[in-house]
């Protein structure tokens, strides 16, 4: 094996480490990210330098963009040649560039993402600006290396005249960099160019006071100074892109949205598509029809309403929902001293002026040789027609040119450059005009010689220069600011009306937590009964509201968690149909269970709270505000001890009484004052004493003397007595006896304890469930009147061994 075939060891990572950082490299310095100085990336440097070779000038007609695309692939870019010409479109689409660098001619494409059509269709050529980018560069004034196979020399950078890498921006992506820096306005950045040549120590907000900010080719309204502010110091930051948009009024009473500038690269077709569907999806109620409009006048984008519909709340909707407004984060990345760096406004500036102050100074130098050597010439040329006699005898005794040229030098002390120039004189140039033009050109020559030597010898006149020919440039090519600046990001609130059809409707809940919506049209054609609920076999109406779509139900449950559930996110059913369970609707765990369902139409409520009762005897209030939430899922209500749950949740004006019901029939009834308001994820206080394995089965809210409290235990037997025999108390304390458990093998027996209690002023149905799955009623009214501590009738008949499980109310709109 010869040495040259001999295999050296090689650590994977080390060399995939290698290739990579090679590869890196270039991507970085050649693909994506562009020069600080030109402000523009190899592949659009080598396509306006092919153009400007090949004289594809603004002066002449346009030419095949197939022929630049393959002078540029085949003389500098040994790529694709769709990225060439990718690279060439977006320079001639004026919707991504401040000002188009490629004068196209044909289909470029649309701000809709219409692709441009193929390069064997399309022309073009430079268009006027795009000259200033390659002015002097015939002058020395950039540095050149050989291309990619050492036949052809290519510049490393253009003398870019103005300040394009602002002007026109940059987007691109390479390995572990990105670029991100948006387009300005000409007059402004060249303003700033020339305050900052005046002075150098300038502070960013004295440069703001110029550069406003971004000035996008589309238009829109900026938002976010901060976040401007924030990226010309540091090269990062954030504003929002706002459309351009109008509310017009119709005749009829309706109104439409007129939209004529919209975000710098949202797609137009899309964001007509994205809002058409808005309709579609019935997201909004209240959009007749999306048009696009525009055409030669501009861009126009129609969005009639129906009548009496919310313009400005679908206008928030829609700018919240489509890219009618969208975020733009700056990342100002561009290659300084061939590595990527993250620029501020006032680096990139210096970075610019400073390649001015070259081009300028070797376009200078390049003058000042060129203009010297001419006036070396001139000199020559006077002095020989000063003594021409004498030069012409000198050239005919001559034997050749050659002898000439050094009789010439060794005579009259003429060098070999004038020597030369003099052989080279034409006979007419003898002529008394043509001396007094040779004179003439030499004291002009000799002037510029003089001027360009001051500029180099000057820095203030050399400075002096660069801003006069900036002036130049945006006076000739400077346009009006086209977006909008504004210091602050105007909030978008979409009100609820604005996304749900107000309207009144009818929720219902049952016992195995069954739930649906149900129209007032539908309640109504069924008959108008309350008790005629649709239910599946075996289940019964537990809770019966009346309440609008843009009402909000708070759910609880026993664990203490809770959730908000928007009226119009319940499903909507007929009024005789089952619904559908409440666990499709909300996250409900499946080891908890709803125990209070309270509906709100507005929690900026001071004077309401909500009242929490746990089977333990806890007690807490808590204002209603507090319970307002943005968020979907569970949410801590009230903290539930180990062992306990939470039993009801009760809306109050913390201006009634609290009756708390033991299942050993204690009761305790104090002033809901007495409940000092906590925090939402808060325990609460001791309501009433307990007893061990006693607990409490009903809570309610009364007021005054009036009404009765009815008691049912668990075999049936119940009681009605007088809420003025529930004296009131302290919070906390034992309570009063409400109900006499018979004892004994003779007696009767009345029940071991209580399942529910229930406090009416007028007659009400109460529902018990037994053990046995039967289903008994009894009307408040029909209970027997007797004393609290009375041992009560039977109410229900049941048969042995069974019992109640469960009593309830149905919670009923209130008849009127």
Same mark, same amino acid.
């Given at each position: 094996?010869?040495?040259?075939?001999?295999?050296?060891?090689?650590?994977?990572?080390?060399?995939?480490?290698?290739?990579?950082?090679?590869?890196?490299?270039?991507?970085?310095?050649?693909?994506?990210?562009?020069?600080?100085?030109?402000?523009?990336?190899?592949?659009?440097?080598?396509?306006?330098?092919?153009?400007?070779?090949?004289?594809?000038?603004?002066?002449?007609?346009?030419?095949?963009?197939?022929?630049?695309?393959?002078?540029?692939?085949?003389?500098?870019?040994?790529?694709?040649?769709?990225?060439?010409?990718?690279?060439?479109?977006?320079?001639?689409?004026?919707?991504?560039?401040?000002?188009?660098?490629?004068?196209?001619?044909?289909?470029?494409?649309?701000?809709?993402?219409?692709?441009?059509?193929?390069?064997?269709?399309?022309?073009?050529?430079?268009?006027?600006?795009?000259?200033?980018?390659?002015?002097?560069?015939?002058?020395?004034?950039?540095?050149?290396?050989?291309?990619?196979?050492?036949?052809?020399?290519?510049?490393?950078?253009?003398?870019?005249?103005?300040?394009?890498?602002?002007?026109?921006?940059?987007?691109?992506?390479?390995?572990?960099?990105?670029?991100?820096?948006?387009?300005?306005?000409?007059?402004?950045?060249?303003?700033?160019?020339?305050?900052?040549?005046?002075?150098?120590?300038?502070?960013?907000?004295?440069?703001?006071?110029?550069?406003?900010?971004?000035?996008?080719?589309?238009?829109?309204?900026?938002?976010?100074?901060?976040?401007?502010?924030?990226?010309?110091?540091?090269?990062?930051?954030?504003?929002?892109?706002?459309?351009?948009?109008?509310?017009?009024?119709?005749?009829?009473?309706?109104?439409?949205?007129?939209?004529?500038?919209?975000?710098?690269?949202?797609?137009?077709?899309?964001?007509v598509t994205a809002m058409d569907n808005v309709r579609l999806e019935k997201k909004v109620d209240g959009i007749a029809e999306v048009r696009d409009e525009s055409g030669r006048d501009g861009l126009r984008i129609v969005v009639e309403l129906k009548k009496e519909a919310d313009a400005q709340g679908i206008l928030n909707y829609l700018l919240k929902k489509t890219d009618l407004q969208v975020t733009y984060n700056f990342n100002m990345v561009a290659i300084v001293n061939?590595?990527?760096?993250?620029?501020?406004?006032?680096?990139?500036?210096?970075?610019?002026?400073?390649?001015?102050?070259?081009?300028?100074?070797?376009?200078?130098?390049?003058?000042?040789?060129?203009?010297?050597?001419?006036?070396?010439?001139?000199?020559?040329?006077?002095?020989?027609?000063?003594?021409?006699?004498?030069?012409?005898?000198?050239?005919?005794?001559?034997?050749?040119?050659?002898?000439?040229?050094?009789?010439?030098?060794?005579?009259?002390?003429?060098?070999?450059?004038?020597?030369?120039?003099?052989?080279?004189?034409?006979?007419?140039?003898?002529?008394?005009?043509? %001396?007094?033009?040779?004179? $003439?050109? =030499? /004291?002009? @020559?000799? !002037?510029?010689? *003089? +001027?360009?030597?001051?500029? %180099?010898?000057?820095?203030? $006149?050399? =400075? /002096?220069? @660069?801003? !006069?020919?900036? *002036? +130049?440039?945006?006076?000739?090519?400077?346009?009006?600011?086209?977006?909008?600046?504004?210091?602050?990001?105007?909030?978008?609130?979409?009100?609820?009306?604005?996304?749900?059809?107000a309207e009144d409707v009818i929720v219902t809940y049952s016992h195995d937590g069954y739930v649906k919506r149900a129209s007032q049209m539908s309640f109504t054609r069924s008959g108008g009964d309350w008790d005629a609920s649709g239910v599946k076999e075996g289940d019964h109406i537990r809770i019966i509201y009346e309440v609008n779509t843009l009402d909000k139900l708070l759910i609880f449950t026993q664990r203490g968690q809770y959730f908000l559930l928007p009226v119009?996110?319940?499903?909507?059913?007929k009024w005789k149909d089952n619904g559908t369970a409440i666990v499709n609707v909300i996250g409900l765990a499946k080891e908890d269970r709803v125990v209070a369902v309270i509906p709100v139409k507005n929690f900026d409520q001071a004077e309401q709270s909500l009242l929490f009762v746990t089977r333990k005897g806890q007690v807490k209030r808590t204002m209603l505000k507090d319970y307002e939430t943005n968020r979907s899922a569970a949410v801590v209500a009230c903290k539930?001890?180990?062992?306990?749950?939470?039993?009801?949740?009760?809306?109050?004006?913390?201006?009634?009484?609290?009756?708390?019901?033991?299942?050993?029939?204690?009761?305790?009834?104090?002033?809901?004052?007495?409940?000092?308001?906590?925090?939402?994820?808060?325990?609460?206080?001791?309501?009433?004493?307990?007893?061990?394995?006693?607990?409490?089965?009903?809570?309610?809210?009364?007021?005054?003397?009036?009404?009765?409290?009815?008691?049912?235990?668990?075999?049936?037997?119940?009681?009605?007595?007088?809420?003025?025999?529930?004296?009131?108390?302290?919070?906390?304390?034992?309570?009063?006896?409400?109900?006499?458990?018979?004892?004994?093998?003779?007696?009767?027996?009345?029940?071991?304890?209580?399942?529910?209690?229930?406090?009416?002023?007028?007659?009400?149905?109460?529902?018990?469930?037994?053990?046995?799955?039967?289903?008994?009623?009894?009307?408040?009214?029909?209970?027997?009147?007797?004393?609290?501590?009375?041992?009560?009738?039977?109410?229900?008949?049941?048969?042995?061994?069974?019992?109640?499980?469960?009593?309830?109310?149905?919670?009923?709109?209130?008849?009127?």
């Open positions: 094996m010869s040495v040259s075939e001999q295999f050296k060891p090689a650590f994977l990572e080390d060399v995939v480490g290698d290739r990579f950082g090679r590869y890196s490299k270039y991507i970085i310095q050649d693909r994506a990210i562009p020069d600080v100085r030109d402000g523009l990336k190899p592949v659009q440097r080598r396509i306006l330098y092919a153009m400007y070779e090949s004289n594809n000038t603004p002066d002449k007609p346009y030419r095949k963009s197939a022929k630049t695309v393959g002078d540029v692939m085949g003389n500098y870019h040994p790529h694709g040649d769709s990225s060439i010409y990718d690279g060439m479109v977006r320079m001639a689409q004026p919707w991504k560039m401040g000002h188009v660098l490629v004068d196209g001619h044909g289909n470029w494409g649309s701000i809709d993402d219409d692709p441009a059509a193929a390069m064997r269709y399309t022309e073009a050529r430079l268009s006027p600006i795009a000259m200033e980018l390659l002015r002097d560069i015939e002058k020395d004034t950039v540095q050149f290396r050989p291309n990619f196979d050492n036949t052809e020399e290519e510049p490393s950078v253009l003398p870019s005249r103005f300040p394009n890498l602002l002007v026109n921006g940059v987007s691109g992506i390479s390995s572990g960099f990105a670029t991100e820096i948006p387009p300005h306005n000409l007059r402004e950045v060249i303003d700033a160019c020339i305050a900052y040549i005046d002075k150098p120590g300038m502070e960013l907000e004295e440069i703001m006071s110029i550069v406003k900010g971004p000035d996008f080719p589309t238009g829109g309204i900026i938002m976010g100074e901060s976040g401007i502010q924030e990226a010309y110091r540091t090269g990062k930051g954030r504003i929002y892109l706002r459309s351009k948009t109008e509310i017009e009024d119709l005749r009829g009473g309706k109104q439409q949205i007129v939209i004529t500038e919209i975000p710098y690269q949202v797609v137009k077709s899309r964001l061939k590595a990527p760096s993250q620029l501020g406004l006032l680096p990139m500036l210096k970075a610019y002026v400073d390649h001015q102050r070259e081009i300028v100074t070797l376009r200078t130098r390049y003058d000042l040789n060129k203009a010297s050597d001419r006036s070396h010439v001139l000199e020559g040329l006077v002095k020989a027609l000063d003594v021409l006699d004498e030069v012409i005898a000198t050239i005919k005794a001559s034997k050749n040119r050659q002898d000439a040229q050094v009789n010439l030098m060794n005579q009259f002390g003429f060098t070999e450059r004038q020597a030369d120039a003099i052989l080279a004189l034409q006979l007419y140039r003898l002529t008394n005009l043509e %001396l007094t033009a040779l004179v $003439k050109e =030499l /004291n002009e @020559i000799q !002037k510029k010689v *003089a +001027e360009y030597q001051s500029i %180099l010898n000057s820095e203030r $006149k050399l =400075l /002096n220069v @660069i801003k !006069k020919e900036l *002036a +130049e440039i945006r006076d000739r090519y400077g346009i009006d600011r086209r977006s909008d600046v504004q210091g602050e990001v105007e909030e978008i609130k979409v009100n609820l009306e604005v996304l749900v059809n119009h996110q319940i499903p909507e059913f539930v001890q180990e062992g306990d749950e939470l039993l009801t949740v009760l809306s109050s004006t913390s201006t009634d009484e609290l009756l708390l019901v033991t299942k050993d029939a204690m009761a305790i009834r104090f002033q809901e004052a007495e409940i000092n308001p906590m925090g939402r994820a808060a325990g609460g206080v001791r309501g009433i004493q307990l007893k061990d394995e006693d607990e409490i089965v009903a809570a309610m809210l009364v007021a005054g003397d009036e009404g009765e409290v009815t008691v049912i235990s668990d075999i049936g037997w119940s009681k009605r007595s007088l809420l003025l025999d529930y004296p009131t108390q302290g919070r906390g304390g034992k309570g009063i006896q409400t109900f006499e458990f018979k004892e004994g093998k003779r007696v009767k027996p009345n029940g071991s304890k209580l399942v529910g209690a229930f406090y009416s002023r007028e007659a009400y149905t109460i529902t018990m469930l037994t053990s046995q799955h039967e289903v008994h009623h009894l009307i408040t009214e029909h209970a027997s009147l007797m004393d609290r501590k009375s041992i009560g009738k039977s109410a229900v008949t049941l048969d042995k061994g069974e019992t109640i499980v469960e009593a309830f109310a149905v919670t009923k709109p209130v008849q009127t």
